[in-house]
Nanobody, 116 residues
Framework: QVQLVESGGGLVQAGGSLRLSCTAS????????MGWWRQAPGKQRELVAS???????NYADSVKGRFTISRDNAKNTVYLQMNSLKPEDTDVYYC??????????WGQGTQVTVSS
C-alpha cells in the first residue's frame, strides 16, 4: 500500500523559511513525477512545484525565485525549501507522486501559516 508521509509545516513569520519533506513508501514501482500542491479553503488546489525523475523542475510564477524543489531518489523523498515566505503562501500543502503504471497518490497535507 502506497503511503506518503509529509512533514515540515508550521507557523513562521513573513520573510522566514520552512522546509517540507515527503517520503513515499510501499510504492512497488518507479516514481515518475513528484510535486507539491497547495490549497486554501474554498479554492482549487494549485501546483506549487514539480520535479521529474530526471530532475527537470517546474514552478508556479508566484514562488519562482523563493521556493526550491528537490528529490532524493534513493530515499523516495521530495523536498520543498521555501524562503522569503509571504502571508499569501499560507495554505495546506500536499505532496503528490506519479508512479509509473500505478497512477497518482497524495499525501495528507501539512499546514503552512505565514504571519505578517
Amino acid at each position: 500500500q502506497v503511503q506518503l508521509v509529509e512533514s515540515g509545516g508550521g507557523l513562521v513569520q513573513a520573510g522566514g523559511s520552512l522546509r517540507l519533506s515527503c517520503t513515499a513508501s510501499g510504492i512497488g514501482s518507479s516514481i515518475n513525477l513528484m510535486g507539491w500542491w497547495r490549497q486554501a479553503p474554498g479554492k482549487q488546489r494549485e501546483l506549487v512545484a514539480s520535479i521529474s525523475n530526471g530532475g527537470s523542475t517546474n514552478y508556479a510564477d508566484s514562488v519562482k525565485g523563493r521556493f526550491t524543489i528537490s528529490r532524493d531518489n534513493a530515499k523516495n523523498t521530495v523536498y520543498l525549501q521555501m524562503n522569503s515566505l509571504k502571508p499569501e503562501d499560507t495554505d495546506v500543502y500536499y505532496c503528490r507522486v506519479l508512479l509509473t503504471f500505478r497512477g497518482e497518490y497524495w499525501g495528507q497535507g501539512t499546514q503552512v501559516t505565514v504571519s505578517s
